[in-house]
């Protein structure tokens, strides 16, 4: 029998000890977190990731010497299903499509605050949970959805679909024929205000609609013009 947690499990790498330290001291200051291992650069964490340490919530830096955080990410997504924040100095719209793209959930920018970023922390642990009731769902004769297991086949062979681009199909499919704006998608699905991020969602949804159309001819997805997006009834 699994042991129940009685606290949010943390992994921080950084490659900046002072970071890592005050990040530890305020994240385990209310008793509900707790920091159960620290990465100084990218092998050290991987080597963590590999000995089968699960974690709630990975918080990556991205600007490592040795592997940045994007390159960690996409190395360790594929096994590692918490969430993934990175921690940058600045970012770019072009290097949050690049962050969204390897499996990241979420930046968090320095310097910040320790009430923002345990918002976000919290935003994502709530969605982790909603993801974790079972239901299996056909579409239509070519497409079932397992959002137990967060695979999407289409005529039973599966569709490789990061993270993100699932919690995306997960939203819209399971309220289909509803329209969507770019900035309530985000919310929803990353939890926090998404002005000024419709550009990760554009780029988002064109990548899910080229993997189903690569196996077949519906996108399912459907653009309501200078309205937002809608899953086909």
């Given at each position: ?82 969430p ?8 770019e719209?072009?290097?949050?499509i ?85 900035e ?13 991020d ?36």
């Open positions: 029998m699994s042991k129940v947690k009685d606290k949010i499990e943390i992994i921080i790498a950084d490659d900046h000890m002072m970071i890592r330290e005050g990040l530890k001291q305020l994240l385990e200051l209310d008793g509900t977190m707790k920091v159960i291992a620290e990465a100084n650069d990218g092998e050290e964490c991987l080597n963590l990731l590999n000995k089968k340490i699960h974690p709630d919530i990975l918080l990556l830096d991205i600007n490592m010497p040795d592997m940045n955080g994007f390159t960690i990410c996409e190395k360790i997504r594929n096994f590692v299903s918490c993934i924040i990175f921690l940058t100095a600045r970012i719209d072009c290097d949050k690049k962050g969204f793209a390897v499996g990241g959930d979420d930046y968090v920018v320095k310097p910040f605050s320790i009430d923002e970023l345990e918002a976000r922390v919290a935003a994502h642990l709530r969605r982790e949970k909603r993801h974790s009731s079972s239901a299996i769902v056909q579409f239509d004769n070519n497409i079932v959805i397992d959002y137990s297991s967060r695979v999407v086949f289409y005529r039973n062979a599966e569709i490789n679909f990061t993270k993100k681009e699932f919690d995306i199909i997960e939203f819209l499919s399971q309220n289909k024929g509803i329209i969507f704006d770019r309530t998608i985000y919310e929803k699905v990353w939890g926090l205000d998404g002005s000024g419709n550009s990760v969602i554009t780029e988002h949804i064109r990548r899910i609609r080229t993997k189903f159309l690569s196996m077949g001819d519906n996108p399912y997805i459907e653009t309501v013009w200078g309205c937002g997006y809608k899953w086909k009834k």
